[in-house]
């Protein structure tokens, strides 16, 4: 008889491969889509991530995802109020989309559960590494989401917001946009709810040659919840992309940002706040690379954290060996507010290419006393100049933005966070 | 409305005593003029006035109005009447001018119990005093202070100053950095706010302010102390002179 050696099964583990077995009856997708599940289950039977891997060290999944809730058929979510008004909205309520798509002029929803059922979805459901296990759980369980296609050319006056809603229980939804040349268009992906939920969802996109993109990630999941995102992106010739992140919410947040550079000219934004507190444990990763030459890249992360609250930014840049003349800079900030938060950041360098500009620089601080004196000596009391100092801290990346509407829409998030927080 | 007595304070963090035994009253009204050489404490006089932390009153005590003031908190002294004019403003990024005035003019507003400013009320306000002072609105669509020139700065302090009518205002070296017309523009605003019931506090290096804000009274200040008291001839004697005369006289 021979020994196995199987190693001791987490509950989370246990509950997702039993979840499994009992939904796969219920998972739309051809026979190409089904076998990436197998394989996407089978890498959740290896196990999840501990701090051994090293994209996974300061957010040990294993052991922090304790709690997997059942699936919840009854749970109801409502679409919300767009950031920005004017918006055309799309909602995935509680893991569904909605049957009825918006028209609108120039851009083309899907259901994404069609593009599963009929297999043309599948090349996108490989994952990016052995290490991507928020690709494999997607994977393994998404049940839909939307296919948005902008044509070429097409100029979008006014955003388009992806609102993935939970209610409790699972939900694991895809986003997939296509951009075509030259079109210009602002997403927001709205994630939040009211629910102890665990959601997974991954968002991809395509820029085609000259496009311009702003995608704004909306996190507001209340603090029982555990949200893994991904965001991947193929930046074509001469396109821009803006992707700015607000981390306000969530239990356990585990934020990717898989960006790969594969036309000439591709200019790539990263901006992003994170907004930390209680006893939360919010992860960015950012996986970046520039695969051609003459590409550039700049990223700035702010973090505020306060009570018991964890944070995590890793910033990896990839220049690949014929990608010269690429310049690349990241920034992380930190506001420490309490003794007992803490942040972690570990930007990554590695370059092939000879002829490059790259950096990075990472500052942790309190509040400026000397601003603080000088609110205070006009009369602002502490609290509220404190207040007006970390705002100031964060709303500089936001202001950055350059597009009024946006600017006040992501303001008064902020704002509200701060109510709440504050 | 101001009396100190018998003041003494160092700095905090390493105890060098900066204030040694200083005394001074200023009367409602009263615009009191503060020199002295370098080093000799000003500065650090007009910090503790405001309520700087990193300085620590070991004996003596501020009245303020009859109070004590060593208990109160920078915002707490602001909200009671007392006006830091800076040396050196402080660029705050990220936080926006107007909002910061209208929070810092409804704080005063509340202490004092009335209701906070209605939007037009506030911007109309702020439009009369930037004009008072030849500022350009879109400077204050800036976050505070941040790409100000020196001058604008300073400009700007007196703006403050004039929106939240504060009754004891400090002006630490206000004319440093301003050229003459730019002095001028300052000097006039501080002189129109010159009242009955308003005492100003104007420290400087210069005979050369003090020809635009006529002092009352004058004070030198030398090692922490307040080694002579006169009237503004007092500062004639000083930029002809110069301290020696008045320090080997002290000692």
């Given at each position: 008889m021979n020994m196995h050696l199987q190693p001791q099964r987490t509950s989370a583990e246990t509950a997702l491969i039993d979840a499994f077995g009992e939904r796969l009856s219920l998972l739309p997708g051809d026979g190409a889509v089904m076998l990436k599940r197998d394989d996407a289950i089978e890498t959740i039977k290896h196990g999840l991530p501990t701090r051994r891997v090293e994209s996974w060290h300061y957010t040990d999944l294993r052991r922090l995802l304790n709690a997997v809730p059942d699936f919840d058929s009854a749970a109801m979510a409502k679409a919300i109020a767009p950031i920005v008004d004017g918006s055309t909205v799309v909602s995935i309520l509680n893991g569904k989309s909605d049957a009825k798509v918006p028209v609108?002029?120039?851009?083309?929803?899907?259901?994404?559960?069609?593009?599963?059922?009929?297999?043309?979805?599948?090349?996108?459901?490989?994952?990016?590494?052995?290490?991507?296990?928020?690709?494999?759980?997607?994977?393994a369980f998404v049940a839909d989401g939307y296919f948005v296609d902008i044509a070429d050319g097409a100029e979008l006056e006014k955003p388009i917001e992806l609102q993935n809603l939970q209610a409790g229980g699972q939900t694991h939804v895809r986003l997939a946009v296509r951009v075509g040349a030259g079109a210009k268009a602002v997403i927001v992906e709205?994630?939040?709810?009211?629910?102890?939920?665990?959601?997974?969802s991954v968002s991809q996109l395509v820029l085609g040659e000259g496009a311009e993109v702003t995608w704004l990630i909306v996190q507001e999941q209340p603090e029982t919840a555990t949200h893994l995102a991904q965001f991947k992106a193929h930046l074509g010739k001469n396109s821009k992309l803006t992707v700015f992140f607000m981390n306000a919410g969530g239990k356990l947040v585990r934020q990717e940002i898989v960006v790969r550079t594969t036309g000439e000219g591709a200019d790539f934004k990263l901006r992003g706040i994170n907004l930390l507190a209680g006893d939360t444990h919010t992860d960015v990763t950012m996986v970046l690379d520039h695969a051609v030459p003459h590409t550039t890249s700049t990223e700035v992360i702010r973090n505020v954290v306060t009570g018991k609250a964890r944070g995590v930014f890793q910033g990896r840049i990839n220049v690949h060996q014929y990608a010269q003349k690429t310049n690349a800079k990241m920034a992380c900030n930190t506001l420490l507010l309490s003794d007992d938060g803490e942040f972690s950041t570990k930007p990554e360098l590695e370059i092939f290419a000879d002829d490059v500009v790259c950096g990075h620089g990472a500052t942790v601080t309190e509040i400026d006393h000397d601003h603080l004196f000088y609110l205070m000596a006009r009369g602002v009391d502490e609290k509220t100049a404190r207040g007006l100092l970390v705002k100031a801290f964060v709303a500089e990346v936001i202001e950055e933005l350059d597009d009024e509407s946006i600017v006040e829409a992501l303001e008064a998030r902020l704002d509200d966070w701060f109510v709440t927080h504050g | 409305m101001l009396e100190i007595r018998n003041l003494h304070a160092r700095i905090v963090d390493d105890g060098t005593e900066i204030i040694r035994g200083l005394n001074l009253t200023v009367k409602a009204g009263e615009v009191a003029a503060i020199m002295g050489p370098n080093g000799s404490g000003k500065s650090t006089l007009s910090y503790i006035l405001a309520g700087r932390e990193d300085y620590e009153v070991t004996e003596g005590d501020i009245l303020y109005n009859g109070q004590s003031i060593l208990e109160m908190d920078p915002a707490e002294r602001a909200t009671s009447g007392i006006f830091l004019a800076f040396q050196y403003p402080m660029e705050i990024p990220g936080v926006a001018t107007m909002e910061f005035l209208?929070?810092?003019?409804?704080?005063?507003?509340?202490?004092?119990?009335?209701?906070?400013?209605?939007?037009?009320?506030?911007?109309?306000?702020?439009?009369?005093?930037?004009?008072?002072?030849?500022?350009d609105m879109a400077m204050l669509k800036r976050p505070l202070n941040v790409g100000f020139s020196g001058g604008e700065k300073k400009r700007a302090e007196i703006l403050q100053m004039k929106l939240l009518e504060p009754k004891l205002c400090v002006l630490d070296e206000t004319d440093s950095g301003l050229d003459i017309d730019a002095l001028k523009i300052v000097s006039d605003g501080v002189n129109?706010?010159?009242?009955?019931?308003?005492?100003?506090?104007?420290?400087?290096?210069?005979?050369?302010?003090?020809?635009?804000?006529?002092?009352?009274?004058?004070?030198?200040?030398?090692?922490?102390?307040?080694?002579?008291?006169?009237?503004?001839?007092?500062?004639?004697?000083?930029?002809?002179?110069?301290y020696a005369g008045v320090i080997g006289e002290a000692a």
């Amino acid at each position: 008889m021979n020994m196995h050696l199987q190693p001791q099964r987490t509950s989370a583990e246990t509950a997702l491969i039993d979840a499994f077995g009992e939904r796969l009856s219920l998972l739309p997708g051809d026979g190409a889509v089904m076998l990436k599940r197998d394989d996407a289950i089978e890498t959740i039977k290896h196990g999840l991530p501990t701090r051994r891997v090293e994209s996974w060290h300061y957010t040990d999944l294993r052991r922090l995802l304790n709690a997997v809730p059942d699936f919840d058929s009854a749970a109801m979510a409502k679409a919300i109020a767009p950031i920005v008004d004017g918006s055309t909205v799309v909602s995935i309520l509680n893991g569904k989309s909605d049957a009825k798509v918006p028209v609108l002029e120039g851009v083309t929803f899907q259901r994404l559960s069609e593009k599963l059922t009929d297999g043309s979805i599948a090349p996108g459901l490989d994952s990016y590494g052995s290490d991507d296990a928020i690709g494999a759980l997607n994977t393994a369980f998404v049940a839909d989401g939307y296919f948005v296609d902008i044509a070429d050319g097409a100029e979008l006056e006014k955003p388009i917001e992806l609102q993935n809603l939970q209610a409790g229980g699972q939900t694991h939804v895809r986003l997939a946009v296509r951009v075509g040349a030259g079109a210009k268009a602002v997403i927001v992906e709205r994630q939040t709810g009211d629910g102890p939920a665990l959601v997974s969802s991954v968002s991809q996109l395509v820029l085609g040659e000259g496009a311009e993109v702003t995608w704004l990630i909306v996190q507001e999941q209340p603090e029982t919840a555990t949200h893994l995102a991904q965001f991947k992106a193929h930046l074509g010739k001469n396109s821009k992309l803006t992707v700015f992140f607000m981390n306000a919410g969530g239990k356990l947040v585990r934020q990717e940002i898989v960006v790969r550079t594969t036309g000439e000219g591709a200019d790539f934004k990263l901006r992003g706040i994170n907004l930390l507190a209680g006893d939360t444990h919010t992860d960015v990763t950012m996986v970046l690379d520039h695969a051609v030459p003459h590409t550039t890249s700049t990223e700035v992360i702010r973090n505020v954290v306060t009570g018991k609250a964890r944070g995590v930014f890793q910033g990896r840049i990839n220049v690949h060996q014929y990608a010269q003349k690429t310049n690349a800079k990241m920034a992380c900030n930190t506001l420490l507010l309490s003794d007992d938060g803490e942040f972690s950041t570990k930007p990554e360098l590695e370059i092939f290419a000879d002829d490059v500009v790259c950096g990075h620089g990472a500052t942790v601080t309190e509040i400026d006393h000397d601003h603080l004196f000088y609110l205070m000596a006009r009369g602002v009391d502490e609290k509220t100049a404190r207040g007006l100092l970390v705002k100031a801290f964060v709303a500089e990346v936001i202001e950055e933005l350059d597009d009024e509407s946006i600017v006040e829409a992501l303001e008064a998030r902020l704002d509200d966070w701060f109510v709440t927080h504050g | 409305m101001l009396e100190i007595r018998n003041l003494h304070a160092r700095i905090v963090d390493d105890g060098t005593e900066i204030i040694r035994g200083l005394n001074l009253t200023v009367k409602a009204g009263e615009v009191a003029a503060i020199m002295g050489p370098n080093g000799s404490g000003k500065s650090t006089l007009s910090y503790i006035l405001a309520g700087r932390e990193d300085y620590e009153v070991t004996e003596g005590d501020i009245l303020y109005n009859g109070q004590s003031i060593l208990e109160m908190d920078p915002a707490e002294r602001a909200t009671s009447g007392i006006f830091l004019a800076f040396q050196y403003p402080m660029e705050i990024p990220g936080v926006a001018t107007m909002e910061f005035l209208k929070v810092a003019m409804n704080e005063q507003r509340k202490a004092r119990g009335e209701e906070p400013l209605k939007i037009p009320e506030f911007l109309k306000r702020v439009k009369e005093a930037a004009a008072s002072l030849s500022m350009d609105m879109a400077m204050l669509k800036r976050p505070l202070n941040v790409g100000f020139s020196g001058g604008e700065k300073k400009r700007a302090e007196i703006l403050q100053m004039k929106l939240l009518e504060p009754k004891l205002c400090v002006l630490d070296e206000t004319d440093s950095g301003l050229d003459i017309d730019a002095l001028k523009i300052v000097s006039d605003g501080v002189n129109a706010l010159r009242a009955p019931d308003r005492s100003f506090l104007v420290i400087t290096h210069y005979q050369r302010l003090l020809e635009h804000i006529v002092p009352d009274t004058v004070h030198v200040l030398y090692k922490g102390q307040v080694i002579k008291s006169g009237d503004k001839s007092l500062a004639l004697d000083l930029e002809a002179n110069g301290y020696a005369g008045v320090i080997g006289e002290a000692a």
